[in-house]
């Protein structure tokens, strides 16, 4: 990456939010990217070499596609998955240790809602606490179940309408569940009361699928809850700029501008946010820029730190901030990267994976775990100096989703199946 504009880096006290008061265990992973929204595990060690002989725990098929990734709260293993043409959606709700479907739910849908052949209509997260589980299924709406399976409440919008489908997964924290819905001609971002569905707040979003010369146009990504200069933000990368927003009222309270791209205004990563520094990725070809999360109204000349307009390689899945350097996977040409993201934005290293990512990248066990679009898992230690491989596995089965990691156990997400990990 090439810098072209540095600041000194103001030291504000940030620190990421868990994602619900209502989670007590550290070791659960109970959205997308862990209980920080980080990609961290904190706890434990885990398994660093697998295979269908070594270290499976069990595997269980899916009966659907998808590239949501898995999530794991106190005895339960949550996923979605859904049929081809996208009229049947579900919720899978596993035993951690014996792999055994404790319940399923399925919502109907419209099988010409539109999406890509490499995002299936499954394409998110669960988020979950102590008492529920949420998840969004695209059009048919946002549902909410209690850990035996009943029904708590759901909430319907307006048709998801973007060519690539959706993917943005939903984020609970304290007793509101945050919603990024779009892309597509609606697109807002949104809280809910957890108890009830009942709405909150809606920040409505520029929206559409194209912009006016026809370039293609969406975020895909996560929200993000963080503590910055003593106050709550919400943040979140949109498609030609990061926003914060007040989570109690919706309120924005400042923005950074550098996200479009040549082949248009699209991201598919979420924001990255460590060592006092948020990190935003474009989509196809588009800029990376690092800031600080404090400021109001356009902080564009006052936040950013760094900025690499350069034509960058295709991201989609998040890269894992430890000590001041992202590790990150590419999903075009299969680059592993580590890049100082706390001082220039400047590449460390790069190395070749072993297929495209579109998984993130995660940190447990003091390793980087990134999962390739073939379904291999590359390990390895990160070091800013140099690229230091563990240990490759695969199940030999496409993979597109972030393994979570929880109590020793890893659980991973294939196009087929979904399979748990840990040392015998």
Known sequence: MMMLKQIAILSAGIFLVGLSMSVTDGADWP???????????????????????????????????????PIAIDKYVYVTSANKDGSDRTLHCFDRNTGDELWKKVVHADPDEETHQTNPYS???????????????????????????????????????????YGSSPVIYKDKVYLHYGPGEDTFLLALTLSTGDEVWKKIESGGANDLSGKKVGSWSTPVIVNAGGKEQLVCSMPSRVISVDPATGKEFWFVEGLPSERGDLVYTSTAVADEIGVAMGGYKGPALGFTLTGKGDATESNRIWYAPDRQPQRIGTGVIVDGYMYIADAGPGIIQCVDIKNSGEEQWKTRGTDDYWGSTVMAGGNIYATAKDGSTIVFTPDPDKFKKVAVNTFDEPSNATPAFSNGQIFLRTNKSLCCVEAE
């Open 123 to 165: 394409g998110t997260t669960p988020a979950a606490n102590a008492d529920c589980v949420v998840v969004w299924h695209g059009t048919p709406g946002i549902y909410c179940y209690d850990h035996a399976g009943n029904e708590l409440w759901h909430k319907e919008y307006s048709p998801v309408k973007h060519v690539w489908g």
């Open 31 to 69: 959205g997308f990217r862990g209980l920080k929204a980080n990609a961290v595990a904190t706890d434990g060690d885990y398994p660093t070499e697998w295979s269908s002989e070594n270290n499976l725990k069990w595997k269980v098929e899916l009966g659907g596609d998808g590239n949501g990734s």
